[in-house]
């Protein structure tokens, strides 16, 4: 990977609002809520980011800019297909 991609990948993590919040709820079990995960989401500064890195890299666990992973494989399937 290019590092200066890598740079700019990352950097939008420092305002992440997750980094102040419990990181499990962004990786909920079988039959929990994602629905704190997806509120923090909402109210984060570097959503377009977040969601933007997991489609690049195909994140296939937890929830990512809001989006959980059906409506994640989804997007990344439409960026594969354009
Ligand atoms: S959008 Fe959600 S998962 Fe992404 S950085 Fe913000 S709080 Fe974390």
């Known amino acids: 990977m290019n590092p200066i991609t890598t740079i700019a990948h990352d950097a939008w993590r420092e305002d992440a ?3 102040q919040t419990d990181p499990e709820i ?3 079990e079988v039959g929990g809520t994602a629905v704190p995960a997806k ?3 909402m109210a984060c500064p570097v959503r377009p980011d977040c ?4 489609i690049d890299t195909r994140q296939q666990w937890g929830i990512w800019g809001g989006v959980g992973q059906k409506e994640l494989r989804r997007l990344i399937n ?3 297909a354009a």
């Open 51 to 54: 969601l933007d890195y997991a």
């Open 26 to 28: 962004f990786h909920p």
């Open 78 to 80: 439409q960026r594969t």
């Open 39 to 41: 509120q923090t989401c």
């Open 17 to 19: 609002l997750c980094r």
